[in-house]
């Protein structure tokens, strides 16, 4: 989809402000879907200043791309609220790494897209702006879930309003409704892509990430925002050529792996026949597939839980409304009953609930037992990741979600907590592997 718009672009038959005339008014048509929070005022002077450059033969490798970014990332001088009360009138005043330097490349930044609070959700339903629906198989009154957290940006991409989003996955969360909406979600390695900027949920597992209808325009735009950042000490410089490795990878002779333990009890039948045929199709490639074991995956999700909450209760201590963040305006006898009545207004049950999870394990009677014993079992999950991939694996094929996309009255009978735990089975055991030294 990129190539096909910057030859477009670059041969005269659109021109950066037309496009981005055009994506507007696919966002306003789509907008029954909810997938966007705020459009960025500031996007039609960017696309004439592309424009200018591809009069003048100057153009960069993203110029005059529309790109979506899920409300998240910090942007300069653009509401950045994470889909919460709490941060509704927060505008930074600088871009998240990522979103720098998709600028800096060219790109025209449309707006922001929706997402659950704080990314704590696999739904894109518990947002203060209202859920996301899935543009597949929705009726007005009947309609599918988008997957979550970054659900927004995935039916930006599902429903053709743009060609790429950014979005940020901690347990599943661009891979799950990529999955969902039938589209490319690409999660890279812990520190292959730079946090900052990007409000911090779970910092030792949080990745910002690409999503888009192609594995090339992923790869395109990972190009263009891959590389060490000085502002985060967690970002590596991999030196990995991207566009030598699109352009010169071959799936022959390659040894995948078929772990045996997400064959979990509540993996759907559509999606096991979905996984074999995927199998039997890189087998006949000449590739060789064969099961392998990890034996750590039936305790990954509950160690995901506590890790998480602890996580989520030390980074959401900031919140009180004081240096930024909502405030309650009723009088209050004391500092500790305004911080608490802020809070309380400003964070939703689901936040909530998982800044409690996470205080009862991180009390002093509770953080051996629960916390200390959380972080030896993910060690003992990513040594069975290091296992594989000594053992000369190039790849593993594993389900995303354990399902295709529920209604959303299916999704809600069960609560937050659940859906992500059963949700997430497949996808946040490679956010506890961390990064990968091999």
């Not at 704080?118 to 209202?130: L, R, Y």
């Not at 910092?203 to 985060?232: F, H, R, Y």
């Not at 039936?298 to 602890?310: Q, R």
């Not at 209050?332 to 394990?361: K, P, Q, W």
């Amino acid at each position: 989809m990129i190539p096909l718009l910057q030859r477009r672009l670059r041969d005269r038959t659109i021109s950066a402000v037309e496009l981005y005339a055009k994506t507007l008014t696919g966002l306003e048509d789509k907008s029954h879907l909810n997938a966007f929070v705020h459009v960025n005022g500031d996007g039609a002077r960017r696309a004439e200043e592309c424009h200018e450059r591809f009069q003048n033969g100057i153009q960069r490798p993203l110029e005059g791309i529309p790109i979506a970014v899920k409300d998240n990332f910090c942007t300069k001088n653009v509401p950045t609220t994470c889909a919460s009360k709490m941060l509704q009138n927060f505008v930074p005043t600088y871009d998240a790494t990522v979103v720098e330097r998709l600028k800096s490349a060219g790109a025209v930044i449309i707006g922001k897209t929706n997402l659950d609070e704080f990314a704590m959700g696999s739904g894109t339903v518990d947002s203060i702006f209202g859920p996301t629906k899935n543009v597949w198989c929705s009726k007005r009154d009947e309609w599918h879930i988008a997957g979550g957290s970054s659900g927004g940006s995935c039916t930006a991409v599902a429903s053709g309003v743009c060609t790429v989003a950014l979005g940020s996955d901690t347990g599943g969360s661009i891979r799950n409704p990529a999955s969902y909406c039938g589209i490319v979600g690409y999660k890279p390695s812990y520190g292959l892509l730079s946090r900052h900027g990007l409000i911090p949920l779970v910092n030792s597992m949080d990745a910002p990430g690409i999503i888009s209808k192609t594995v090339e325009d992923v790869n395109i735009v990972l190009s263009v925002i891959i590389g060490s950042d000085s502002k985060d000490s967690t970002c590596v410089n991999a030196n990995l050529d991207t566009r030598e490795f699109y352009d010169n990878f071959s799936i022959e002779n390659c040894r995948i792996g078929i772990p045996e333990e997400y064959h979990c009890e509540h993996l759907s039948n559509e999606v096991k026949e979905t996984w074999n045929f995927i199998a039997d199709l890189i087998d006949d490639s000449n590739s060789k597939v064969e099961k392998v074991s990890m034996p750590h995956t039936s305790v990954s999700i509950a160690t995901y839980s506590v890790l998480n909450a602890c996580e989520v209760a030390s980074n959401m201590s900031r919140y009180t409304g004081f240096l930024y963040g909502h405030r309650s305006t009723n009088d209050h006898e004391s500092f500790g009953s305004l911080i608490t009545a802020s809070r309380m207004e400003g964070l939703g049950e689901v936040v909530r609930s998982r800044i409690l999870s996470g205080n009862f394990f991180l009390l002093q009677s509770n953080y051996e037992k629960y916390f200390m014993q959380a972080l030896k079992v993910r060690r003992l999950i990513s040594d069975d990741f290091q296992q594989i991939w000594k053992s000369n694996y190039d790849f593993l094929v594993t389900p995303t979600t354990l399902t295709t996309a529920p209604l959303l009255s299916e999704y809600k009978s069960l609560d937050n907590r659940t859906q992500c735990a059963t949700q997430d089975y497949c996808t946040q055991p490679a956010n506890m592997a961390g990064k990968f030294n091999v």
